[in-house]
Every structure is written in C-alpha cells, then in structure tokens.
C-alpha cells in the first residue's frame, strides 16, 4: 500500500496506477486524489 501511495504523490494519473498496481478505475482515483486534494473538483464552484 505505501508504495502505491507513493506513486500516487508522484504522478497524477489515475491511469498509470492502474497499470502498474492492477487497481480499478475507482480505487486509482481515490488513491490520487488522496495524495492531491487540491486535484478535486469543488461541486460548489461556478
């Protein structure tokens, strides 16, 4: 788990986990947008 944390940090691409990890689209998203929130869109925002 720590190593796909640590690759997450370091790219932001949902798709390169779930080539390197064999992670479902689902489960990739969430690990990068756990590493960086500031990548989440804000449902609020016009």
Known sequence: ??????EAR???G???LMGLF???NLSATRYVLSAHPDKRSDP???
């Open 1 to 6: 788990m720590d190593r796909i944390v640590d």
């Open 22 to 24: 064999g992670l479902s």
């Open 14 to 16: 949902p798709v390169r």
């Open 10 to 12: 370091h790219s932001a």
């Open 44 to 46: 609020i925002a016009p």
